[in-house]
């Protein structure tokens, strides 16, 4: 199987900074696709960011000029930066991993449990 797992979230103050880690692990033969979502209390779940495996990203509106996705595919790992954060990114967020991998060598997308960002003004 394959597992993902977010840390970096925590409590800021509107201004602040956080950075969010993601890492997919288990029977893994190449990790495509990495995404970011999140969801606020009340609210569907939104796109953040994307980043390919040969680097191309992609943004919410929201996010752009102030969230900058990367990755390290030698790790299979997923970051996040968060700078001038503000109280509307308070939210739980969500790493999304499409996989080339589990037990049936297929490529299937895998979920995060989540990481919360609180952000306070």
């Known amino acids: 199987q394959v597992q993902l797992v977010e840390s970096g979230g925590g409590l800021v103050q509107a201004g602040g900074s956080l950075r969010l880690s993601c890492a997919a692990s288990?029977?893994?033969?190449?990790?495509?696709?990495m995404t970011w979502y999140r969801q606020a209390p009340g609210k569907q779940r939104e796109l953040v960011a994307a980043i390919t495996r040969g680097g191309s990203t992609n943004y919410a509106g929201s996010v752009k000029g102030r969230f900058t996705i990367s990755r390290d595919n030698a790790k299979n790992t997923v970051y996040l930066q968060m700078n001038s954060l503000k109280p509307e990114d308070t939210a739980a967020y969500y790493c999304?991993?499409?996989?080339?991998?589990?037990?049936?060598?297929?490529?299937?997308?895998?979920w995060g449990q989540g990481t919360q960002v609180t952000v306070s003004s």
């Open positions: 288990g029977s893994i033969l190449r990790v495509d696709a």
């Open positions: 999304n991993a499409h996989v080339l991998g589990g037990s049936s060598w297929t490529f299937s997308d895998y």
